[in-house]
Nanobody, 122 residues
Framework: QVRLVESGGGLVQTGGSLRLSCAASGRTTSSYGMGWFRQAPGKEREFVALVSWGGDNAYYANSVKGRFTISRDNAKNTVYLQMNNLKAEDQALYSC???????????????WGQGTQVTVSS
């Protein structure tokens, strides 16, 4: 079993920054991709960013490209999401997940965290 715990969410003003963390524990595979997804009330869950096992490949949703940066520390089994220049439309519950490769679709992610709320005020 794999456990994912997110942290770092909170209330921030428009234009502000937050750094989310996701710590993985348990029976993680030797190599895996990690991704961040978000879901706002009344909307479907959407892909935000992902990073490959080695950290050399990262992909972003167009809506966050240039503002968000995903990174990982494999020694700590932790992935980070640095979010800058936050906008009202970024407000959502952010969840991290593990996949066996590099996938944008949430269908390929096997384990999910409970999520951390990001609230952006004007």
């Amino acid at each position: 079993q794999v456990r994912l715990v997110e942290s770092g969410g909170g209330l921030v003003q428009t234009g502000g920054s937050l750094r989310l963390s996701c710590a993985a524990s348990g029976r993680t595979t030797s190599s895996y991709g990690m991704g961040w997804f978000r879901q706002a009330p009344g909307k479907e869950r959407e892909f935000v960013a992902l990073v490959s096992w080695g950290g050399d490949n990262a992909y972003y949703a167009n809506s966050v490209k240039g503002r968000f940066t995903i990174s990982r520390d494999n020694a700590k089994n932790t992935v980070y999401l640095q979010m800058n220049n936050l906008k009202a439309e970024d407000q959502a519950l952010y969840s991290c997940a593990i996949s066996r490769g590099v996938y944008v679709s949430s269908a390929y992610y096997d384990y999910w965290g409970q999520g951390t709320q990001v609230t952006v005020s004007s």
